[in-house]
């Protein structure tokens, strides 16, 4: 049989049972999770494992993210078909994936160079096309691609990272993990005009963001 088909059923029962039942109605955001194939996101020894309700190892200490955390994320991001997304922490590419297919174009960033090359690697032979992966310290924003409609932190950062602010389009949604190693809380940061509306959600559990605007070193457990 192929994977294809193999794992149709057990992401069938992922869109059910983890995110239908727990509240997320966005058919957009249901639908692009029902469509990119996670087992082709995860080291191929967890591709058993890829439909479960947590995140999994990637390497160097790095996950990707619980499939609830990825929708929450995405679906509060209310994205239409022609907005540009930035993603800070790309990883293995999944959460990049799902963006794709809600926006018109997905840039990510990943400090890590063998994830960023890996996951650059997998969205292409995969065939999506419209998303740009760099490599670098994503607490700097990419400015040369900004204004972005949505901005997706998929690490906890101490604060704000003040450039993201300034790269959001008017009318743009960003959000991010803030908090240390051990809690953290999802905020979501609209801009206004020249103020920026914040509300909190759930708590979360994210890897660190490492870099300028983010923490200097990972935090200590
Ligand atoms: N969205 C990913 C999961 C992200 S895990 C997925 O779908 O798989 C968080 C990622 O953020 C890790 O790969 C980590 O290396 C990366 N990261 C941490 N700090 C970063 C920074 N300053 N800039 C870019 N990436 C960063």
Not at 32 to 43: D, W
């Amino acid at each position: 049989m192929l994977d294809s088909e193999k794992y149709g059923p057990q992401r069938t029962e992922m869109i059910e049972k983890q995110l239908r039942r727990r509240g997320i109605t966005d058919a957009t955001v249901l639908a692009a999770m029902a469509e990119v194939p996670r087992h082709e996101f995860v080291p191929h020894e967890l591709r058993s494992r890829a439909y479960e309700d947590a995140p999994l190892p990637i390497g160097g200490g790095q996950t990707i993210s619980q499939p609830y955390i990825v929708a929450a994320m995405t679906a509060a991001l209310r994205l239409q078909p022609e907005d540009r997304v930035l993603e800070i922490g790309t990883g293995c590419g999944y959460q990049a994936a799902v963006l794709s297919r809600l926006a018109k174009e997905v840039f990510t960033i990943e400090r890590r160079a063998e994830l960023a090359s890996a996951a650059s690697e997998k969205l292409a032979r995969l065939g999506y096309s419209n998303v740009h992966v760099h490599c670098g310290d994503g607490t700097l924003g990419l400015p040369e691609f900004a204004p972005f409609d949505a901005i997706l932190v998929a690490a906890a950062a101490p604060a704000v990272p003040q450039p993201l602010l300034g790269q959001l389009a008017e009318g743009g949604r960003m959000i991010l993990p803030i908090g240390d190693a051990e809690h953290q809380e999802l905020r979501l940061i609209e801009k206004q005009g020249t103020a920026f509306l914040t509300s909190t959600m759930e708590g979360c559990r994210f890897v660190p963001l490492v870099g300028y605007y983010g923490w200097q070193e990972p935090p200590s457990r």
